[in-house]
Every structure is written in C-alpha cells, then in structure tokens.
C-alpha cells in the first residue's frame, strides 16, 4: 500500500510539474465523455451544407433510396411486384379522400398526398364503390319516381352495373394514360414542363372521383334541380383538384396548349359526370312490352309497362 500511495503521490507531481510548463494545456477527465468544442464543429459544418443534403440527399437517404428500389425490382408476374402498388394503410388513405374532397388553393395534390408513396388500393376500389352507387341508385331512383302508378311494374336493371364499371373504369385509365402520354411527349419539347408518373396520374383522377359517391347517393331526390346543383358543386371540388394538380406541370409550356389540355380535362370531367346523370337517372321513360297473358276465356289479354 505505501508503495502505491507513493506512486500516486509521484504522478500528481509529474502532471504538476507539466501544467506549471504549460498553463494553457487543456486537461480531459477519463470520467467524461470527450466532446468537441462547438467553434470547431462549426468550422467542419461548411455554409450551405445542408441546402445541399436537401437537394442532394444524405448518406441515409441514398440507402433509403437504394433500398427502395431494390424492393420494386421484382419482376412483374411476381405477387410482390403487384403488392408495392397496395402498400397503403387507412390513415394515407382517409388523409388523400380528405384531399380530394377538401382542396386546398395552391397546393398540388400529388407533391402534398401521392409523391410519397402512389397506390392503386384507393383508386380501384373508390371506383368499385362508385360502380355500384350509381347502379344501385339509377334503380331505386327510377323506383321512386314511378311509385305509386297502377300500370308500372318494377323490374331491376343489371345491366346498369356492367355500363357503369365499363364507364368510370375506361375513364379512370385510359384518360390518365392519354394525359400521361400527352405529358411526356409535351416533356420532350419543352424542358421546364413538370413530369408525373402514369401511377401519380392514374392516383389524381381515382381519389377525384370519391365525391360522386355521396352525389349519387343524393341523385336518388326525384328532383331535377336539386341534382344539377350537385352535379355543379361535385364538379366544382373535383375538377379544382385536377386543374391545381395539372396546370403547374404545362404552365410553362405555350399559352394556347396549356389552356387547351387543362380546359380537356375538365370537359371529359364533366362528361362523365352529366352522362352519368343523363344515363342513369335521367332517362326517358320507354314503353316496355309485356309479357301476353292468356285469360281464361281463352282470349289474350296484352298488358303494357313502363
């Protein structure tokens, strides 16, 4: 023990003798954690640093992108291939109908809702529901208009919900892969033209169509100003979506052009929203032949429906 004390006593003199040398020698404690001092870490910290990690990306966004796509380089007869298109919960789904249904002025849908992750979950089945809405609606409308005349006979129409998804499904894809194409052939002459993917295009109009579901629940009022009121307010939300989401990408290409496809879009819009109403719930009434009933007194007797 006293040899101890006395080596002790021989290092306190050593770290003595070399802090009188030097008084502005700087002493670290084993007990503490070494930090380094905020003036150098400013000097290692370059002005405009991090400007260029946003633009650039840092080290971990590059293995988050690299990660990424290595998981959509599955081939395409693969299940995993198809399930990245469905890899969407509730919340992202609820949180991109409140923007369909609430636009808010000077916000890009896809840049706020879709860039971050495109899905087809909501889309298809946005348009399912729609299907069956407007199918299902055309006939208890139809019902309710007729109710109550002794000669109607109420015969559900099927086929209404083929020409409903033949509809809203044609025009849920092939309008986003013309405007898709459209876009990219507009890419290849004008530079500054923004681009978007056919999947963010075909996300726009599938979650821009979620505000027909309730207008068609509505439609079933046999009054024909009040649906033309909902058919301008539906237009009004929907189509504010797609012209704040389309007109940034050919705002910079010719004056003319641009006009002309935004005014496109919204006219195919209003299209399927009148011809839905005009089909389905406006139809003129066609006198149905009926069945021939034989009496009983051996004559036949012709009944007519409407």
């Known amino acids: ?5 006395l080596y002790l006593f021989a290092e ?3 770290a003595a003798n070399l802090l009188a040398a030097n008084p502005d020698a700087t002493t670290i404690s084993i007990d503490e954690p070494v930090e380094i001092p905020k003036n150098q870490h400013s000097r290692l910290q370059e002005p405009g640093r991090e400007e260029d990690d ?7 966004s590059d293995k988050t992108e690299l990660l990424a796509g290595q998981k959509k380089s599955a081939p395409f007869w693969t299940f995993e291939y198809y ?10 789904v609820l949180d991109r109908i409140k923007g369909s249904v609430f636009p808010v002025p000077g916000k890009n849908f896809v840049r706020l809702y879709i860039r971050s992750n495109p899905d087809l979950y909501g889309p298809f089945w946005i348009c399912a529901t729609l299907v069956f809405t407007i199918a299902v609606s055309g ?6 208009i007729h109710l109550g005349k002794p000669t109607y006979h109420y015969v559900p129409e099927f086929r209404k919900v083929s020409i409903a998804a033949t509809t809203i499904y044609a025009y849920a894809w092939l309008v986003p892969l013309a405007l898709w194409g459209f876009l990219m052939w507009r890419n290849s002459k004008v530079m500054n033209i923004v681009s978007y993917s056919f999947l963010e295009i075909v996300c726009v109009y599938g979650y821009s169509l979620f505000i027909y579901i309730p207008t068609a629940i509505l439609w079933i009022i046999p009054q024909k100003v009040v649906r ?9 939300l929907s189509g504010s979506v ?10 910079d290409d010719n004056r003319r052009i641009a006009v002309a496809t935004v ?22 009434e066609l006198d149905i032949p009926a069945p021939l009933i034989p009496a009983h007194n051996g004559t036949t007797v012709i009944t007519k429906s409407h």
Do not use: K
């Open 1 to 5: 023990i006293a040899c101890l004390v």
């Open 12 to 14: 306190f003199d050593d």
């Open 54 to 60: 946003e633009l650039l990306g840092t080290d971990d």
């Open 83 to 92: 399930q990245t298109f469905f890899d969407v919960d509730t919340y992202q």
């Open 139 to 144: 006939n208890l409308s139809n019902f309710f």
């Open 228 to 236: 033309w009121v909902l058919v301008v307010f539906s237009l009004c």
């Open 242 to 251: 797609l012209v704040m989401t389309f007109w940034p990408a050919v705002r």
């Open 263 to 284: 005014a496109s879009i919204l006219l195919l819009h209003a299209l399927l929203a009148v011809g839905c109403l005009a089909y389905f719930f406006d139809a003129p």
